[in-house]
């Protein structure tokens, strides 16, 4: 069976923790891509041939989940050559035997316009901050609070206002807003979504 879920949303919006609830639930395969993308800017050097060589060590460092990995992710993701060097590895993952998750900028949009369910994950830009800086460890996190927002504000800007593949919902995304929702309360919306699509 095909299935291809597509979860995007701005940074911080609750879009992974849905994306696990889910492949974990129907026992989906799960793609985290920004992933990809921070693995790029954190190898440094040429992005282009970075992205064109990218191996699972590049996926598997740790430091790929700070603030400083997002906001060199967001660069390179504005090139087109580094989003075209990842394009089959991510419709690949999707089209795979039993089901596929993928959670990114572009998923419905560019990545997968045939997706089977698309959500659009999103919070209001202060929420979104709030949950970064505590997951970065709160009061004990290297950055205030007011950091962590900038730099959401920051990468937002330039996620939505690139010329390829800009964040925006697909038209036939179901947005998710989740700025008043409890975790348990988002991923029972999507599951429920996703459940409706199945049947
Ligand atoms: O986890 P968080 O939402 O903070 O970010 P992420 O999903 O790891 O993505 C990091 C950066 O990669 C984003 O700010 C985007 O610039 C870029 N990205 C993208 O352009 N396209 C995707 N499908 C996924 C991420």
Redesign the pocket.
């Known amino acids: 069976m095909k299935f291809t879920v597509a979860i ?1 949303g ?4 609750g ?2 923790t849905i994306s696990r609830a889910v492949a974990q639930h129907f026992g989906f395969a799960h793609l ?7 693995a790029v800017g954190a190898k440094g050097g040429d992005p282009v041939a970075a992205a064109r060589s990218l191996s699972p060590h590049d996926l598997a460092r740790d430091d790929l989940r700070s603030l400083e990995a ?1 906001q060199a ?2 660069r390179v ?2 090139l087109p050559e580094v ?1 075209a060097a990842l394009t089959a590895f991510q419709r690949d993952f999707a089209r795979r035997d039993g089901g596929a998750v993928l ?5 419905g949009t560019v ?1 997968c316009p045939d997706a089977e369910v698309k959500i659009y994950v999103t919070a209001s830009p202060e929420i979104r901050a709030r949950r ?1 800086w505590l997951e970065l460890g709160g009061d004990a996190a290297p950055e205030s609070l007011a950091d962590v927002l900038a730099q959401v504000r920051d ?1 937002d800007d ?2 939505m206002n690139r010329a390829d ?1 800009p ?1 925006k919902p697909a038209p036939d995304a179901v947005t998710l807003d989740t700025s008043e929702m409890s975790v348990e309360q988002a991923i029972a919306k999507a599951l429920a979504l996703i459940s409706a699509r199945l049947a």
């Open positions: 995007d701005p940074a911080a919006a879009k992974g985290d891509t920004g992933l990809l993308y921070r997002g992710a967001s993701a504005a989003r959670d990114g900028r572009d998923i990545i970064r990468r330039r996620d593949a964040l």
